[in-house]
């Protein structure tokens, strides 16, 4: 470990900085648009790593970059007739600023840097996290001092920590990358030494009190079930893992009744209790609307940004990012966006180049998980959904680049080794 942090490096603290603090809503300011401060360090970085790393600018024709495009495109058909020109331009600008400053800064690091301080990075981001909530949680919730760099919110006497994010459920979303990450990497990788950063990631979600939070434990605790129970052929180990899950589910459960009880019955009975639309805080009562606003314009969609302009208070934002898209975006901006998506999914999980990748799958599985959770929230734009695609696209490349390195290496062994048997051969007839 001291050699790992010797070799840590100024560009490797400010890729650090780049992903904890990428999800900073509140600290911000309004000039007609919001503008993050985060967003304005990202610019800064990514001009000292053009002057360290010297990237050759070239045209690639990949299919992210096609992607992307398509997407571009379509963002500017829905702004030239959104509802409102210019609201959907200041958001326009978002979109341009993530193609020309966040992919950009995101590939050129790990292009030269390459995932392994990459997985040291998202470790200690993890633990930092983990820190702050805690810290916040004990300040606010125990000794009722609210500072005004951090967000919180208290319901019916349960502190809620939301640290710069604007409200538990975006932290909540923010921490599902990583309780996803180290998941992967525990359970389906069986790196056992990241246990304590799973383990600090769940805690840190769970102190949100977040009910999608909870969803999303749900959610990956399938998705790594089903993928355990498929890697192994033997049935009674399968019927074992089937076991000890669904015993680890009421032993949880069985904890929170009794140990967090008030946190118990708002957050996770009020699902059973006032069913799912109003334990979603109404969020889902708003879905009607954005359907409405994707049938008054189905092929481009509303404008960029004027869901709130069709509904008559630009102020109000859809509740799904999905629907967001489609409402905002039309059927073709949804399906550009989720195009980027399913290209990388493809590329690391159903390619015939699929198991030369590894760290590339853990972070595009986490992106996948992300996207999941903002079904329940909204922004297709959020800094750290385009930090993940970002990162995930510069780990494809690079882990795309190491194995192709390591096939003409192996071509090349191969033919002096053939070349040396046709020496032998020589000699023998000799």
């Known amino acids: ?161 939301a640290l710069w994010f604007y409200e538990p459920s975006y932290l909540a979303t923010f921490m599902s990358i990583f309780v996803s990450f180290f998941s992967y990497y525990v359970f389906i990788r069986k790196e056992y030494y990241l246990i304590p950063e799973f383990i600090a990631s769940v805690i840190s979600l769970l102190l949100t009190t977040s009910t999608t939070g909870f969803l999303i434990i749900f959610v990956i605790f399938l998705v790594v079930l089903f993928t355990r129970i498929r890697m192994v052929s033997n049935f009674e180990k399968k019927l074992i893992i089937l076991l000890i899950a669904i015993i680890a589910i009421f032993a949880s459960l069985l904890i929170a009744a009794l140990f967090f009880r008030s946190v118990f019955d708002k957050f996770i009975m009020r699902i059973f209790n006032q069913g799912i639309t109003a334990a979603s805080g109404d969020r889902m009562n708003d879905y009607g609307n954005q359907i409405r606003a994707f049938f008054y314009a189905p092929l481009f969609g509303v404008g960029l940004d004027c869901y709130g302009v069709f509904v008559g208070d630009p102020n109000i934002v859809a509740s799904n990012i999905t629907l967001e898209l489609l409402a905002t975006m039309g059927i073709f901006g949804m399906v550009s966006f989720y195009a980027i998506i399913v290209y990388l999914f493809y590329e690391t999980f159903l390619s015939i180049r699929a198991k030369k990748y590894n760290f590339s799958r853990v972070v595009v599985f986490s992106t996948i998980i992300l996207l999941v959770a903002l079904q329940a929230n909204q922004n297709f734009m959020r800094v750290y959904l385009w930090m993940m695609i970002s990162i995930s696209y510069g780990a494809i490349v690079f882990e795309k680049n190491i194995f192709s390195e390591d096939e003409i290496k192996e071509n090349n062994e191969e033919i002096i080794k053939e070349s040396n048997e046709d020496k032998i051969d020589n000699i023998v007839l000799q």
């Open 1 to 161: 470990m001291a050699q790992k942090l010797k070799n840590i490096t100024i560009y490797d603290v400010l890729m650090y900085i780049a992903i904890l603090f990428s999800g900073t809503d509140i600290w911000s300011f309004n000039i007609g648009v919001n503008i993050r401060f985060i967003q304005i360090l990202y610019v800064v970085i990514l001009l000292i790593y053009i002057i360290k790393y010297k990237p050759i600018i070239k045209w690639s024709s990949s299919y992210f970059f096609i992607f992307i495009l398509i997407f571009i495109i379509n963002s500017i058909i829905s702004t030239i007739f959104s509802l409102n020109f210019m609201h959907s331009f200041l958001y326009f600008t978002w979109i341009i600023y993530s193609v020309l400053i966040l992919i950009p800064m995101f590939y050129i690091y790990i292009k030269n840097v390459g995932v392994k301080k990459l997985k040291i990075i998202f470790r200690a981001v993890a633990i930092s996290m983990f820190l702050l909530i805690i810290f916040q949680f004990l300040l606010d919730g125990i000794l009722k001092i609210e500072l005004p760099i951090f967000s919180s919110q208290h319901f019916q006497g349960v502190t809620r920590v």
